[in-house]
């Protein structure tokens, strides 16, 4: 999943990605209002992560703008300014959510799940192909019920690729889910963590195929599908 994290205090910043990424979530990092707005309009987010005081403005105009452009994002205030009628103010402006800083890791990663599951058509469904599970709402991945652990990268691809079983995934789809817009990679990146990937589906036996369509992108399949 791909948040966009906006936030202006660059140690805080550093923390809350590096603790996403932990966790598999792609991350955009904005520091102001006017680089959040281009964000938003050069890539799709599931969640913001949003902080009010920016260097040029309230953060929860971000929110207004959203809605101006009809973007589907869920937006989690996370502010210092935690009196009850503000955070009553950002409600009412539109936050799905508002966290008062400091805050715990670990709440505000449930707090993204619980985004997350207002936002998914899919909550609580799951995606069998061949050995594999893909828990939609957990985003875990299991091997015959065990859990099935991949690097960050390519578990991001896995996922990308395991909803869209039987059909051609595009290249720019995979690398958006796999990278940030600041994210530095090479052309052949891709092919890199693809190569790896299809290592290890084929050492564990997992019952499953990538397959490349020439000219267009990458199928998965079960192994003696079609």
Known sequence: MKVLLVEDDHDLAA??????????YVV?????????????????????LLDR?????DGVDLIHFAQEKKLSCKFLVLSALGELQERVEGLDLGADDYMVKPFEPEELLARIRAAERRHAPDVGRTITVGRLTLDCD????????????LPR??????????????RVMARPALERAMYGYDDQFESNTLESHMSRLRKTLAKHACGVKIHTVRGMGYMLRENGAG
Do not use: C, I, K
């Not at 005081?53 to 403005?57: A, E, M, S």
């Open 15 to 24: 923390v809350t990605r590096r603790l996403l990424h932990r966790h598999n």
């Open 153 to 166: 990268r390519e578990m991001l691809m896995m996922e990308q690729l395991m909803h869209g079983v039987n």
């Open 28 to 48: 955009d990092l904005a520091g102001s209002l006017s680089s959040a707005r281009a964000a938003l309009q050069g890539s799709q987010y599931e969640v913001v």
């Open 138 to 149: 957990t985003r875990n991945l299991d091997l015959d019920g065990e859990p099935f652990v």
């Open 53 to 57: 005081r920016l260097p040029d403005g």
